[in-house]
Structures are given as C-alpha cells and as structure tokens.
C-alpha cells in the first residue's frame, strides 16, 4: 500500500486516505470501472478509467473490469470488445479481473428473494406509466402501490412465477418497499427487476426477468470486494439507494463516491447522441476521427499518452463544468512534437519548374527527421528540376506582409536551395498553372555559402517523385461551443453539426510515406500533426487524417461565432 502522504490529492484520494487511516478496509483500495456494454467509449469513459486504473494503482490497489449487462437489448458483443481494447489501448490492465454483472444473476436474485422475506420487496402490477403517476413528483409525496401490502409468501410465490416465465413482458415488476413518501425520489420503491424475454450476449435465454442498474450495481460492488466506487455526479441522488441495498442485506458496504463527469466544448457526450450520428450516417462509424469515442480519437490520431495526459490536466472535481476542447488540442500537440516524425506534404499542390536546373539532376537533401529529439536523425528527400509547392504560397499580387512567393520575390526551399519567380504560366481560363523560377546554386541548406537571408521559407514535394495520397482535414463534428444548445424551439443537436467538419484533398507527399504504417504519427512541415489512416488506403497510395493544426486556429477563426455563454 502506498503512503498516503506520497499520493497527490484530490477530494477522492482525501477520502481514501481517511479511510486507510481508521482501517475502514484494511487498508485496501479496491476498484472498478463498470462501463454498459451498449456502445463504445468515449473521452469521458477515459477520464474514468484514468482515475479508477490510476487510484488502485497509485495506493497498491487492484482495479476491476466490470461489464453492467443487465439490459440486453441494447447491449452488444462488438461492444465488450471495443471497451477492452481501448482500456488496453490506453495502457491498463485488468488482469484476470474481467467480471459481468451476469455473472450474479443467481446471486442477485437470492438475493432479492432474502428482501422479500424481509418484507422489504414486493411484486407490483402496476404499468410503467401507472408507476410514474404514483411515484409523485419533487414537490408532492408518492402514493403507495395497491400491492404494496402482500404477503410475504404472495410476493415469493409470484417472484418465482416471474423467473419462470409465467407473465408477459412488462406486466409486473419487483420493487423495493422503502418510502412512497421520501424527498429523494430514488427511494421510492425503486424498481429492482422487470421482465423482458431478451436473448442475452452471455446468459442466452436463460433469464426472462433481468435486473436494474440500481439493484445490480452496489450488489456487484458488494460480491466483488470493492472498496471505492467512484462514479459520476449524477449518481449522487442514487447513494442513498446504494447504501440502503447493502445495509439490508448485510453485505460488504463499499463507499460510493461521486465526480463531476467530463464534458467538452463542441462535442456531445451522450451515447444515445453518439449512437443517432452513427445510425443516420452522419458520421462514419463509432470510429470516425469527428467522434470523441477512444477509437474515433485513436484513429484521429490521439496517443493513449495525450489523453491520460489530458485526464491528469482536468483533474477531479465535485461541479458539474465543461472544458475547452482547445486543452485536449495542447496536449496532442505536445506529444506529437516530441515523438512526430517531420516530413514535407504539399495539400494543394502548384507546379515549379527551376529553369536552369538541370533537367536530368537528382539531388538527395538531408532532412531532419525531429529536431526535438537527438536521437530520431535525418533522411534523405530527393530535390528535382520539377516540385510541387502550396498554392496559397503564391501570390501574384501580394499584401504588404506576404514573405512568400511572387513574381521577381525570392524564397527558400525547405532544406534546399534559394529560388526566385521569373513567369506565371496560365490556363486559358487565367488560371495560375505552373511557376517558372530561377535558382542561386550557391544557396544550398548547409554549405558555408548558404547564408544569405530571406524571410520566407517554403516546403515541397520534388514532381517526378512525389506520392499521390489522400488527406482528410478534420475539424470538430460541431460549429457551436455547446451543441446541445438551439436558436430555435423544435432544433435539436444537428442544427449545429458543422459543415465544414470534414474536407478531403488529393496531396503530393514525400516518397518516404508511400509505405507508411496505419497509425504512425508525423508532421506535415507547416501544415499540421497527420496520421496513417486505419481503414482507408493501401500500400503505395496511403491516407492520412489530420490530428490537429500546429496551432489552435480553430478557436481563433470561430471565436464568438455561435457560441453560447
């Protein structure tokens, strides 16, 4: 067990720490990370993850993975293993700890069957909606349901009758009898089983009645050993449930512990939200770099380092807030400029040809690979009479401030040599086609002679060796600070999908990149961080996604473009 005063602290860790003082559990630290496997994770579910890993392995703990599969309607195979393969991911694990809320089904319902002996749990009939008009709202009590009162024997007689099957879907439920007339409307008489012929991922069609969230959980937590069950803010009303459950059983009691749950500018959270943009289409895929999920990130291009990175900036907090996406931003940025390789990719491309060099020359240019890191070396890049250079390097008529390329200016190619722009060649449209430019052999990137000075410096792609490939600019999925927020009654969340979210070009890149890998990282030279797509592409003709800017352009060009307080 770590000393606790070695531990930094959070209201979270104070709590533990208060606990190993008194010798509430033995100096234990126990936890679990309970996702439902009905959709797949994302950046919040990170934030949890972090913090449930991290706390059991900061104090010597264990940490649990614990699938809540109690509504197999919704829930999925594909799901499970998405989750275990972003924890994975991420840099967690669970050891031999991989456990189901199925896997107590018998337990839970022996469990429900010793409160129904106890008279604290009875069989109701009931609809839902009748149970919602019952259950009384913030400012006026619940009434009691017209079967509150059956006898003991009636309650286990029709319970059993329930697991057998004998009723249709929906026509009767068991409820805790605790107080219809309690300000806390969690407690009262909560349900705690319903029936539902579902086929189950793992119990098949074993079980006909399946158990809520609340009723499974702290038993879970119990059966399991937990010590500390960290969950987000709006379980807080559902504590007072937690704890009831537990103590009227009399089973190990884990101390449930509630944080704000993450939330970020222009992005939704909600896995109902989440799932509706997959099944419209709007997005491609749990996975696609627009969504905040952990695969979505991944395949953005996201390190599982930037996003623990992440979770440690944010921190634990007990009020509801919403971070800037732009600190998420900052911490892929700081990353990737440490570990990124540093390669040339012209996006728009516009042709060059160096009249008097030579046409038959092929020079190698030495490029640094990464100069924050000594280790990562250089390469070679072939330089050609022929290049390719970004269209808005050019300006036939340039402001006052434009240190690029136009005609009779002067630039240094990246690496290379210094060049300057003799004609503009047009289409017949008038359309800028091809640049004819001179070059100052005596400029080379590292000969002694090399030092004359210009203001701009430009990147390039040699013509006869450049690689075709595809980039894909992400920008975030919405244009509004709060996307959950309207300007219209009947709007929803769409209303503020952002339209230029993603945007597809045809660039020339290195040779070096024709055999990138899926998921390798490198820097367009001032373009921006880019990764080898995981789905899209193949050998020879690779595609990448864009990670981020190299700055925060996004929050400069939209600040106080619909955004909301």
């Known amino acids: ?49 972090c913090l449930n890993f991290g706390i059991a392995e900061e ?10 599969d109690t509504n197999p309607v919704k829930e999925n195979v594909e799901y499970v293993d998405s989750i275990k393969e972003d924890i994975r991911w991420l840099g967690f694990d669970w050891e031999d700890r ?3 809320a199925s896997d107590y089904f018998e337990t839970l319902y022996e469990y429900a069957v010793k409160l129904i002996r106890d008279g604290k749990a009875y069989v109701c009939e009931l609809t839902g909606e009748e149970i919602r008009a019952y259950r009384g709202t913030l ?36 409820r805790a009898k605790i107080d219809m007339a309690s300000p806390n409307l969690n407690m009262r008489d909560p349900i705690m089983y319903r029936i539902l012929r579902a086929h189950h991922h793992r119990t098949g069609d074993a079980w006909c009645i399946y158990p809520t969230y609340d009723w499974a959980h702290g038993q879970s ?17 559902h504590r007072p449930l937690y704890d009831w459950y537990v103590t009227q059983l009399e089973i190990h009691h884990p101390r449930q512990i509630e944080f704000a749950r993450l939330n970020i500018t222009c992005t939704v959270m909600s896995k109902r939200k989440l799932l509706r943009l997959v099944q419209e289409g709007i997005v491609d895929g749990w996975d696609d770099p627009r969504m905040p999920t952990i695969s979505g990130l991944r395949r953005r291009g996201y390190t599982p380092g930037s996003l623990r990175d992440f979770s440690d900036r944010v921190g634990v907090a007990k009020k509801e807030s919403t971070i800037d996406m732009a600190l998420l931003e900052h911490c892929i940025r700081e990353d990737l400029n440490a570990h ?49 250079i970004e269209r808005e390097d050019f300006m036939e008529d340039p402001p006052k401030k434009f240190f690029r390329l136009a005609p009779g ?14 004609e503009v060649i047009k289409d017949a449209e008038g359309n800028i086609v091809e640049l004819h430019c001179t070059y100052d052999s005596e400029t080379r990137s590292g000969l002694p002679q090399a030092n004359r000075k210009v203001k701009g410096t430009l990147h ?106």
């Open 1 to 49: 067990m770590a000393n606790m005063e070695t531990v930094q602290s959070n209201f979270i860790k104070q709590i533990i720490n208060e606990h190993n003082a008194s010798g509430r559990y033995g100096g234990r630290v126990h936890t679990r990370f309970p996702p439902e496997p009905n959709g797949y994770l994302h950046i919040g579910h990170a934030k949890s993850i």
């Open 59 to 68: 104090y010597g703990g264990k940490c649990n993975l614990r699938f809540d």
């Open 98 to 100: 991989e456990f189901y």
């Open 139 to 174: 400012t006026e009590t619940g009434r009691n349901s017209p079967y509150r009162d059956r006898s003991v024997e009636e309650n286990f007689d029709l319970f059993q009758r329930m697991r057998a099957g004998d009723y249709p879907d929906g026509s009767r439920t068991l």
């Open 221 to 237: 937590d119990s059966i399991e050993g937990i010590t500390h069950s960290i969950c987000t803010l709006e379980f807080e009303d």
């Open 340 to 388: 990124a390789l540093r390669v040339m990719a012209v996006l728009d491309p516009l042709k060059v040809v160096i009249t008097n060099y030579p046409a038959s020359e092929i020079e190698e240019m030495e490029a640094v690979n990464n100069p924050e890191d000594a280790t990562a070396g250089s390469r070679a890049v072939p330089f050609s009479r022929e290049l390719y």
């Open 409 to 422: 200016r002067e630039v240094r190619l990246r690496y290379a040599y210094i060049i300057r722009c003799e």
């Open 460 to 565: 390039w792609v040699s013509a006869p060796h450049a690689v075709d490939a595809e980039v894909r600019l992400y920008e975030q999925l919405f244009d509004r600070e709060h996307p959950e927020t309207t300007d219209e009654e009947g709007q929803d969340f769409l209303a503020n999908l952002n339209p230029a979210s993603l945007q597809i070009v045809q660039a020339k890149v290195e040779p070096s990149l024709a055999s990138a890998m899926a998921g390798t990282h490198f820097q367009f030279e001032r373009k921006g961080y880019f990764t080898v797509d995981s789905r899209y592409g193949k050998k020879g003709a690779p595609v990448f996604n864009r990670t981020v800017t190299l700055r925060d352009t996004w929050a400069k060009i939209h600040k106080g473009q619909k955004t909301t307080p």
